[in-house]
């Protein structure tokens, strides 16, 4: 009995992705006269909540870039910007099955999740490290064996803590969480020993917590992970406009200017600085744009 719903969600997702392919999201968003653009609500400085409860960031700034060149390209006097939450478990299968359709925030681009959606030229490269307190006095992943770690459900950071917690016998209990804010709060809260995240939204957390100066971040990078604007699979009109749009940022000067706005200025609420320079890694990705999956091609 218990199949039932499954079932049935199964078969409106699948009607629900047909239908949005065989439209088309650039037909779609031409009748509507609207676009609709997934944000979070803590992925500081990518995509988050204001005091306002409007989201901004890096991530969102592209998107709204995006947005403006679609309205152009479709030659529409006007384009009304929906804005729909998302989290880590839901922003897949959201742009999938046509309700969203740029999802803007903190997304790894990879292979596995290239059979579902696709990826717009990568705008950000990060590593997977660990946040703790200091007083913890952790450094590495064997520092960990029979502790109790946390990390974010739906993301590729908690699929590589399982994978290494088995291949290496660490015996770590591995928790989950349903956002940042929240695993965070189990570390500080000793319900755990360290969270494991990309490095720079848990600079982010650090950095807005009470006590910035008692939180340290791991040295050891364990994964290389690209992020990328995710858009719907299988619409190759809609992706040549989303990626012309992200390569003519990166090509006009837009993307550096955005890249310094939220990476290394005072930035809302709370005037912090993330103080993170550009990378190599993000330079030659501006130089030469990619969407692939592979992090050997961004080493």
């Not at 040549?240 to 000067?253: L, S």
Request: charged share 20%; glycine share 6%; with cysteine.
């Amino acid at each position: 009995m218990k199949l039932m719903p499954f079932v049935l969600a199964a078969a409106v997702t699948v009607i629900g992705m047909g239908a949005a392919h065989a439209e088309g999201r650039l037909d779609k968003i031409k009748a509507s006269g609207e676009i609709t653009l997934g944000y979070r609500d803590a992925s500081i400085p990518f995509s988050y909540l204001d005091d306002h409860q409007k989201p901004i960031g890096y991530s969102m700034d592209i998107c709204r870039n995006i947005a403006a060149a679609v309205k152009k390209d479709l030659k529409l006097a006007s384009l009304k910007i929906k804005e729909v939450p998302v989290t880590s478990s839901t922003r897949i299968p959201l742009v999938a099955n046509g309700t969203v359709d740029l999802s803007c925030g903190s997304a790894t681009n990879n292979a596995e999740r290239q059979q579902q959606v696709s990826f717009a030229p990568t705008t950000f490269v990060t590593a997977t490290r660990f946040a703790a307190l200091k007083s913890s006095k952790l450094k590495d992943l064997a520092d960990f064996k029979g502790k109790t770690v946390v990390s974010v459900s739906g993301t590729s950071n908690l699929r590589w803590l399982v994978q290494a917690n088995s291949e290496q016998k660490l015996g770590m209990k591995i928790i989950t969480a349903k956002d940042h804010p929240e695993a965070f709060l189990t570390v500080e809260s000793g319900r755990a020993s360290a969270f494991f995240m990309d490095d720079i939204l848990l600079a982010g957390l650090v950095a807005t917590s009470h006590k910035p100066a008692n939180w340290m971040i791991s040295k050891t990078a364990y994964t290389i992970e690209p992020y990328g604007i995710i858009q719907p699979k299988g619409d190759p009109a809609f992706k040549a406009a989303v990626d012309t749009a992200v390569k003519t940022m990166m090509k006009d000067g837009t993307l550096d200017r955005l890249y310094a706005k939220w990476f290394t200025k005072a930035i809302p609420p709370k005037n912090i600085n993330m103080n993170w320079p550009m990378t190599p890694e993000l330079k030659k990705v501006i130089a030469h744009p990619t969407d692939s999956p592979d992090p050997a091609v961004y080493k």
